[in-house]
């Protein structure tokens, strides 16, 4: 008998608060071990505020978060966190430093020499499609690359568990391809589990096993539940047009419309 991977992430009647304002309420879904999932909603329904609590960031006001079998307590060593701005990448630090700060300035790697650092930073580099372009400063690079660099900057410590908030949502079309086929890569090279926010159908039906839809807010929480069965490793260029993928297009579509349901209270 197959024994069920164990949990990365389980969140149980999650609730957040913006002020007297609650965006998130009775939230709970959980995250196995080596599995993406994406959670869609409409925009404004408190997606980033739901991140934030589980990255750490941010108290909750009720609820519970578990990571890897223990209760949340801070910002987690083996939790990565890419948000949607560049606003990590530090301006007066080079592509290939900043790539070197996410092992830098994380507790558990400073047992790491600085030959070894840079040893990795410019192995990132070059997974990353930036061989080349490690002097560049931040204003010196495309939109495109600053998230690539943002992407290794992730990846370099081995999180087993990465936090993704709408990262490539102010690209264009075919760069935001280019890195959803990237961080693809990436995953199925080496599995983690992944929780990432879009408020794109298309995005979340090419890169994630499960989606949950969430409603809008206030007292947003899960509405629907689909699974994509696509086959991996997955080509976004072929996935997307297959008779399955256009009903499943057309379910999730469908639950998102009726996300603007009345609040719980």
């Known amino acids: ?101 996410g092992l830098v300035f994380c507790k558990n790697n400073l047992q790491l020499d600085k030959a070894t650092i840079a040893s990795h930073s410019q192995m990132w580099l070059t997974r990353v499609g930036l061989a080349g372009l490690g002097n560049h400063y931040p204003y010196q690079l495309s939109g495109g690359q600053r998230k690539r660099v943002l992407l290794a900057q992730t990846l370099i410590r081995s999180p087993a568990l990465v936090l993704m908030d709408e990262p490539f949502g102010a690209l264009d079309v075919l760069t935001r391809a280019q890195m959803q086929s990237e961080l693809l890569t990436q995953w199925d090279s080496e599995p983690f589990s992944v929780l990432f926010v879009t408020h794109d159908i298309d995005e979340a039906m090419t890169l994630a096993d499960h989606i949950i839809v969430l409603s809008a807010a206030p007292y947003s929480r899960p509405i629907a539940h689909f699974k994509t069965d696509f086959p991996r490793p997955r080509s976004i260029n072929t996935v997307r047009y297959t008779s399955q993928y256009i009903q499943l297009h057309a379910d999730i579509s469908s639950a998102l419309r009726s996300s603007h349901i009345p609040p719980l209270r």
Not at 20 to 33: G, Q, R, S, T
Not at 53 to 64: D, I, N, Q, R, V
């Open 1 to 101: 008998m197959t024994t069920a991977p164990p949990l990365a992430l389980k969140v149980e009647n999650l609730s957040c608060t913006i002020g007297k304002y609650m965006p998130i309420a009775d939230v709970n879904f959980h995250l196995k071990e080596g599995e993406f999932l994406a959670l869609l909603g409409p925009t404004g329904c408190g997606k980033s505020t739901l991140l934030n609590s589980l990255a750490g960031l941010t108290k909750p006001a009720k609820g519970k978060i578990t990571l890897f079998g223990q209760t949340q307590n801070g910002i987690h060593p083996r939790v990565g966190y890419m948000q949607q701005s560049d606003t990590a990448l530090m301006p007066w630090r080079s592509a290939l430093k900043n790539i070197a700060a």
